[in-house]
């Protein structure tokens, strides 16, 4: 019976997909552009093999900044401040990582740490003022997104500024040989395409570890019946204080990841062209993945996908805009069916219910 | 004779509940006319469909003899039919005026005139002798000034039919007085009055009528006069009314939990409870009596941990309890029935598997020494209490909100108990539930009891307090007042104790 | 002793003000209370009133709205676009309506659908920003002054009034005195000041300032003083009795949150007609969140929310006239704190009193060690005001009791 209710809930983000791709038809209808051409062109250039690799390298930041932001959702938490955590913690990251150098397994480790460190930091302030202060997360975190970004600005400009440089713009120093993280294409055989960025691995490692930590551990218990109740988790024990500055932790900490994929793998330094908008990707995906960490690898998988294809529609006069329609009509549009569906089940299972207990 | 309301043959399913079933009753315009029934028994659906809240499956409605097809309460409230709801229909934060008026003026109208619907109120008000501040703001009331504003509200609206669902569920029998003073006033001047009740006492002493419903069936009509308690309790369940059996062992001497001088300020710096002091025994059920929102909730919420205290001692098995947080005072034989069982002790959206867990997530039985969950010993447990405590469900794996009320409190009671504490709170354990499951909690209660349990038990149900405490403490103004065995005290009495009548 | 606690307990409101116009005193931080000052403090306000509140609208009635700056960004784009096809109050109306659209989305989602509010808030802000690139691309192909950021400009303009007599305004053709002006500029205490407010009040305020002023007052009447508004606040408060009683609570709700779709468009709209005259992208820079803080600020009540966007709207102000006086603000901050540290030793609070001290420290030392602040952190002082705002004010907020909790139509007992 389980069975027949995971099935179900599958079906809202297809329902989703299917409107969504019928409602940007009608857009491109009215713009006057033909759509079956349109998403033929998109998916012929987005099964290319060079076009694979790209999409995978684009997903794996923002699958991290999906489950970021899902280990806040399950506790009710809304961590929209994903953004200025990743970008504090590669600047800070990508400035000391350059500074020395070590064994690479060890440097990056090291990178790893510091960012990690720097995200949680930030994201902890929040969870300081929704705890003292009763500051309700989403207003913290966005607006520390706004601070961060004065903050980044400033001692790109100073303090993190790459010395005695020729180049104009700001600049973190370049990390060294041993900071940069070693592509995969060896063992995938294909060294004929680009790089297939390492850090896919502890992508793949992020996403075990954050099932691992919610779903099968008492903490994560905790945090989720927190997020379903948390006057009953009160009542069970949980200090819902505590938990909220070590969710708000966590979720920070994933953040921190989220940027060292581009950083580690072909940027090796933090610039004012460090890509930005991941944070906030990072929702869309968990909410599209449902903070399952198979449905937001999908998730992650699908809007690379988009973003990827989108970019071929430039040379064939479609704007490429259409992209980010397309997956705020999927996001939308999921969350709605979602809900439908959760009920549904609900329902069905009441009726189970008292069917049975008539026997 | 006029009849005020006829129902004929409705019937009404919920999705596996035949809520009612070919229900038909005639209700002569101008008297008291009481329905009863266990709870479950249908009578709120067939109230919720006269108020048109809920459309019948099939059936007729008629009132004052013409044919009535409500599908919304501003259909019944147009047809004379007012509704008092058991939980009373106000809006804390508005004031009695407002709580009055709404609804009344179609939304697009310019202004309100305040003034012209002050004077309408008050005459009203002096009518029917009722009588409150209009300005107050409605959380300021007392539950019985409350009650009066939902019937001002009806009256005020032309009711001629008044429906009160449980009226008497949160009053004091002092209370209970007044408002059948007033439901007299009320019938004098030609008002209908339908009753609802599953007390028999109060019904016998009120209604002219009475009507008796079972399993969603209308059983019988009966006069007043021609019937007594017994006949109704049987009518109502088809067997006789279980009493809660009588006390057999004697308490234990030894002290279990002893509460020294418990004082808790409010942020405003009013007092919510000071001076408690008292103890509790092995193999006792000691009960607190008290009007809500006169400190008691708040006194078992801090022996629990979580409503802070400014002074005093709470002492469980000789240790005090002050360095421990809720979590560790659960682990250490404290159990916790709350009062709202879907809020505060269960998680609606999880199955029944992870409910178990709740309140001792960290027991060696429950996590690992890596800090996983061990679902295995959850599943184990689960079907252990489902069995024990006859909860009907398909399995473990069940959401909790598919359960009906009565197996959702089944369970959180047999998890509590099945834990095997040292002291069990119980905070309204069997509120809402069928006569079935109520007397099985108490059945289980009696015999944890008698194998050496300490229960707290806090109760707005007199009879179950009465019946199944050994002493009862009674709280008044965030003070104890009085305590006194329960074998020599009646229902009464403890009322006025309880609102500080006697001393 | 009585009249002491009551001004001591206002004390966190008095003492910043006082703070200020002793400050504003000294020459280098003049602008802190000049009328160029505030009359910029009143055009920066009056988008975060407006969102401030269209958030009250929807939450009254129960609908957390955390999509006001999706709507504003809608706002802003449909009112550049309108502005520039048609004209400037024909801007000003589209504005409105392309966010009152993004309200009614949010009201399906939420009330018809019965999505969680702050999820489907945070979709409509991703689908707005989204539908906004879009449209902009598509919208002006081929037309000058346009990319994919930015809009060309709008025709026309609202329109800007200036009292005659006391600020100086135009009867006809002749230039009036500018009385209150002679006054600002006599550079007496308090009265200089004052009278630098009053005239950031009186001059070059454009009419669709004194539209959204005037909202103010009118909400008021409406939402506390009219039987839709009763309803309003009673589906808030508990929909389940207004439903009792004849409400329709989806009705309500529907109303509330398009309402508040509409005045953040406005608020947008404001932004490009009364302001830069086209559409960027990322103009709205959280304002919309801003509003939701003055809305917090403001308790739930419009002159409430009045106050606290004029409070948000001078830091903003600060922060692009003249960065200079920010600087000012550090000292302001530091004697602040050192306040604040007296108050915690008084209440025998010492861990926080040593923290207010350090930090008073902190601040003193920026203050005497710099002579200005680095413009990127004078980007965020509205951002951090709010931060520091609700830290303050959060303690005595009451929200309508059943906010943000889905309702289903006969959900009773």
Known sequence: ?359 | MKLAINIENITKTYPGVLANSDVSIKVKSGDIHAIVGENGAGKSTLMKILYGMVKPDSGNIEIFENKANMSSPKDSINLGIGMVHQHFMLAKNLTVLENIILGIDRPFLKNIKLSKYKTEIQKVMELYSLNIDLNQYVDELSVGEKQRVEIIKVLYRGAKILILDEPTAVLVPQEVKDLFKNLKDLKNNGVTVLFISHKLDEVLEIADEISVMRSGQMIDTVLNDNVSKTQLAEMMIGKSLPTPPARLTSTDEEVILKVENLKSNDENGRTIFEDVSFEVHKSEILGIAGVEGNGQKEVVEAIIGIQALDSGKVIFKNNDLEKQGTRERLESGISFIPEDRQLQAMIMEMDLTNNVIIGRQNIKKYKSSLGTVKMKNAVNESEKVISAFEVKTPGTSTLATALSGGNQQKFVVGRELEDDPSLLIASQPTRGIDIGAQALIWEKLRNSRDEGLSVLLISADLEELIGLSDRIIVFYQGKLVKEIEAENITPEDLGSYMTGLKK | ?413
């Open chain 3, 1 to 413: 002793m009585k009249i002491f606690k009551s001004l001591t307990k206002r004390y966190i409101v008095f003492t910043p003000i006082l703070l200020v116009l002793v400050v504003a005193q000294v020459e280098t931080y003049s602008q802190l209370t000049t009328s160029g000052t505030f009359g910029a403090a009143v055009r920066l306000a009056i988008p975060i009133l407006l969102a401030g509140l269209g958030g009250l609208y929807s939450e009254k009635t129960g609908v957390v709205n955390i999509g006001l700056e999706g709507m504003m960004i809608m706002g802003t784009w449909f009112g550049a676009w309108g502005g520039f096809t048609f004209g400037a109050w024909q801007g000003v109306f589209i504005g409105m309506l392309g966010g009152a659209l993004f309200g009614l989305i949010h009201a399906i989602a939420t009330v018809s659908f019965q999505v969680d509010h702050i999820v489907s808030g945070v979709a409509i802000n991703i689908l707005a920003a989204g539908v906004a690139r879009f449209l902009n691309v598509i919208a002006y192909e081929g037309v000058a002054f346009a990319s994919s950021t930015a809009s060309p400009r709008i025709q026309g303009d609202i329109g800007i009034f200036t009292m005659p007599f006391l600020a100086g305004g135009k009867i006809g053709e002749t230039v009036t005195p500018n009385l209150i002006g002679r006054v600002e500029d006599l550079n007496i205490f308090l009265v200089s000041d004052f009278a630098g407010l009053m005239l950031g009040f009186l001059s070059n305020i454009s009419y669709l300032t004194l539209f959204a002023l005037i909202l103010v007052p009118v909400s008021f009447l409406v939402l506390w003083f009219t039987p839709l508004g009763l309803q309003m606040r009673s589906v808030g408060e508990y929909p389940a009795g207004a439903e009792s009683l004849g409400v329709n609570v989806y009705l309500m709700k529907y109303i509330g949150v398009t309402i508040s779709g509409a005045l953040s468009g406005l608020a947008g709209s404001y932004l490009v007609v009364a302001g830069t005259g086209t559409y960027l992208e990322g103009q709205t820079g959280g304002r919309g969140f801003i509003g939701l803080a003055s809305m917090l600020f403001g308790n739930y009540k419009p002159f409430g929310i009045l106050m606290g966007s004029g409070l948000f709207g001078f830091a903003d102000a600060l922060q692009l006239r003249s960065p200079q006086a920010v600087h000012g603000l550090l000292i302001v901050i530091s004697i602040f704190l050192l306040v604040l540290t007296f108050k915690a030793i008084f209440e025998k609070k010492y861990k926080a009193s040593v923290v207010s001290f350090l930090l008073s420290a902190a601040f003193l030392i920026w203050f005497v060690n710099s002579t200005s602040i680095p413009n990127q952190f004078v980007y965020f002082t509205p951002h951090i005001t709010t931060l520091i705002v609700l830290s303050f004010a959060n303690q005595r907020i009451k929200l309508p009791e059943k906010n943000g909790v889905p309702y289903k139509k006969g959900e009773l007992n």
């Open chain 1, 1 to 359: 019976m389980k069975m027949r209710f995971r099935l179900v809930s599958v079906s809202a983000p297809i329902i989703a997909l299917t409107i969504s791709f019928g409602l940007s038809s009608l857009i491109l209808l009215i713009i006057g552009k033909d759509p079956y051409e349109t998403f033929k062109i998109m998916f012929e250039y987005g099964i290319r093999g060079k076009s694979i690799v790209s999409i995978i390298n684009r997903s794996i930041p923002l699958y991290i900044s999906a489950i970021a932001v899902a280990v806040g959702f399950k506790m009710g938490l809304f961590n929209i401040g994903v953004e200025g955590q990743y970008l504090m913690g590669s600047l800070v990251a990508a400035y000391i990582g350059a500074q020395f150098s070590i064994i690479t397994p060890l440097h990056i480790l090291f990178i790893i740490i510091v960012a990690v460190a720097t995200s949680s930091l930030w994201a902890a302030i929040a969870g300081y003022l929704k705890v003292e202060k009763g500051i309700h997360e989403v207003i913290s975190t966005i607006m520390l997104n706004y601070i961060g970004t004065g903050l980044i600005a400033y001692s790109l400009t100073t303090i993190f500024d790459e010395p005695n440089s020729n180049y104009d713009l700001p600049r973190t120093k370049e990390l060294p040989e041993t900071g940069k993280m070693p592509p995969l294409n060896k063992f995938f055989n294909i060294e004929d395409l680009q790089d297939l960025h390492g850090f896919l691995v502890i992508a793949v490692l992020v996403g075990i570890f954050y099932y691992w930590l919610v779903w099968k551990t008492t903490l994560g218990f905790d945090l989720r019946i927190t997020g379903s109740n948390p006057i009953a988790a009160k009542f069970s024990g949980i200090n819902p204080n505590k938990l909220v500055v070590i969710a708000m932790i966590t979720s920070g900490g994933f953040a921190g990841l989220v940027g060292l994929g581009p950083l580690l793998g072909y940027f090796h330094r933090y610039t004012i062209d460090f890509p930005t908008g991941l944070g906030f990707a990072g929702i869309g995906v968990a909410l599209l993945g449902r903070n399952h960490p198979f449905g937001m690898a999908v998730g992650a998988l699908l809007f690379a996908f988009l973003q990827r294809s989108a970019q071929i529609l430039d040379l064939n006069d479609v704007p490429k805009e259409i992209e980010q329609m397309m997956q705020a009509f999927i996001l939308l549009i999921v969350v709605v069916f979602y809900e439908v569906i959760r009920r549904f089940i609900v329902k069905q299972q009441v009726k189970d219910a008292s069917k049975r207990s008539d026997e």
